[in-house]
């Protein structure tokens, strides 16, 4: 007789709305989170995409502790001093279904463990998971401070590091070219002065990506998400290239923020949290293995997580995950079987869901951004110079416009631009 | 160039430090090769260089993302856990 139904690691978004869906069936859940609430040791650039989480709890966005609604997307090229931007707004972006939130994880996460809790789910807090129980080759619980706790199911929503999955064999450790590492400075602002400054409403605001100058020319870019009273300013770089350019990321974020272009968005601000975290970019190629006897992986721990450039995604994935990890559980739960053959209805399921076919549908992407420079080096460049030869004027004798945009396509080449599009194309 | 300092930001940060246990291990007379990746990539810059070119790395001030033990787990690292239970950074707001 197991102790529990099934215990999680991890008080992120797929292991807490694993614990809610399996206590919601009156299921015997503990979770286990080693920070010392849940989020304590979570951090976003970020922002959720509603969907996965609004069919689980329909209306989540008017009672949990989102910060603002976006309905304005912006992507930037940058250089060292200029910056070319496409400006997206739209009341459609905040339409139900498809609306999407910045978000602070160390609230956020605290209120979905609230709801865990109201439905019967047990939450410890401070306490560190040191190893996985296995008996007759099977995962049997955990192991944390030298005592052993069983349970039927053993679910790892322990993080993109996830060591536990390492140490269960089910993953080698991340590749250096399959992760990013991210760093943000939360910058406080009033409400006022964020809605002044990003053209928007009382509890509307803007996501916003950006490439070349952030990440200094290398694998990477630049985001801000405006939060309800603060902005999240931030740099994530591949760690394979990072490691072979000459700034250091805490440099590049400097860097970015005093960015002729940014500085201006954030003056007057505090700052009031530095974070950093891995992200798990490797796409559909880094997926591990999900499924053992007893054992299940979700959220980042399995990689769950898309970079396209414009949009990123890692959290709505991640309450799927849960949510898939949770039918499954309940079903070998009915049928009284724990295999790796029962709980594999979880990757069926997984299969067949929004999570795999987004991530099939992008496989090529992250090998795409990996491969193309001219993305962080080149473009930013040539469209500056574009952009400088519509709008400057002096005086000067005038160019046809063909002239002109033939010059600064010069600068990447123009095969090369054609070739990178078709290839960006089809790797969407 | 207005030269970053981190340790000011880090400042800013919440953090239950575990005096005398230390979650990351650097082996003695590290690759410099090696630790230059580190220098590059660690978010909290705490793999520092000194004016010497001496390598002086103290995991106090960590965000315990992990990034060190990818890079160079094999190579520089003799240990990298995650803090005890309830110690390390403490985000307010993540």
């Known amino acids: 007789m197991s102790d529990f139904d099934a215990i999680i690691v991890g008080g992120g978004l797929a292991g807490l709305t694993t614990a809610y869906l399996l206590a919601k069936e009156s299921a015997e859940v503990l979770l286990i989170e080693r920070g010392n609430f849940a989020g304590a040791k979570n951090m976003t650039g970020g922002r959720l995409y509603s969907h996965s989480l609004e069919k689980i709890l329909p209306g989540f966005a008017g009672e949990a502790p989102v910060e603002r609604r976006v309905t304005r997307e912006k992507v930037s090229l940058m250089t060292g001093d200029s910056s070319v931007t496409v400006d997206y707004f739209s009341p459609g972006l905040a339409q139900p279904g498809q609306d999407s939130y910045t978000v602070l994880r160390a609230d956020f996460d605290q209120w979905l463990a609230g709801r865990a809790e109201a439905e019967g789910a047990q939450i410890v807090t401070g306490i560190k998971v040191d190893d996985i129980l296995i008996r007759d080759g099977q995962v049997r619980g955990i192991v944390a401070g030298g005592d052993e706790m069983e349970a039927d199911v053993t679910v790892l929503a322990d993080g993109v590091n996830s060591l536990l999955a390492q140490k269960l064999g089910l993953r080698a450790e991340l590749p250096p070219q399959q992760v990013a590492v991210g760093v943000k400075e939360l910058i406080a602002l009033p409400a006022s002065v964020i809605e002044d400054r990003f053209q928007c409403r009382t509890g509307e605001g803007t996501a916003w990506l950006f490439a070349g100058q952030p990440s200094g020319g290398r694998v990477g870019g630049g985001f801000l998400y405006t939060n309800k009273e603060s902005v999240s300013l931030g740099v994530v770089c591949t760690l394979s290239d990072l490691i072979a350019g000459n700034a250091t990321l805490p440099q590049l974020l400097e860097n970015f923020k005093r960015h002729p272009a940014v500085a201006p968005l954030v003056e007057g601000g505090k700052l009031i949290e530095y974070s950093g975290h891995l992200v798990p970019e490797g796409g559909l190629a880094m997926i591990p293995r999900l499924v053992t006897d007893g054992a299940l992986i979700v959220g980042d721990a399995a990689g769950f997580c898309i970079n396209l450039g414009y949009t990123v995604r890692g959290m709505d994935f991640a309450v799927g995950s849960g949510e898939y990890a949770a039918q499954a559980i309940l079903q070998a739960k009915q049928a009284g079987n724990f295999s790796a053959e029962s709980l594999d209805a979880y990757r069926s399921a997984l299969e067949e869901s929004f999570i795999m076919q987004d991530m099939r549908l992008y496989h090529k992407f992250p090998h795409f951004m990996e491969t193309t420079p001219r993305i962080f080096a080149g473009y930013p460049e040539m469209a500056s110079d574009l952009m400088a030869q519509l709008f400057v004027v002096d005086g000067q004798r005038p160019q046809p416009l063909y002239k002109k945009a033939g010059r600064s396509l010069k600068t990447v080449g123009t095969l090369n631009l054609i070739l990178d599009a078709l290839r960006g194309v089809r790797a969407l | ?94």
């Open chain 2, 1 to 94: 160039m207005s030269i970053v300092n981190v340790d000011e930001k880090l400042g800013v940060d919440k953090f239950h430090v575990d005096e005398g246990n230390a979650h990351i291990v650097l082996r003695e007379s590290p690759d410099l090769a090696e630790y230059h990746k580190l220098f590059l990539a660690c978010p909290a810059g705490l793999y520092k260089i000194d004016d010497n070119g001496v390598c002086r790395f103290d995991c106090a001030g960590c965000l315990e993302c992990g990034t060190c033990r990818v890079l160079c787990g094999d190579t520089l690292l003799t240990k990298w856990e995650f803090p005890a239970g309830g110690m390390g950074v403490e985000f307010r707001y993540g």
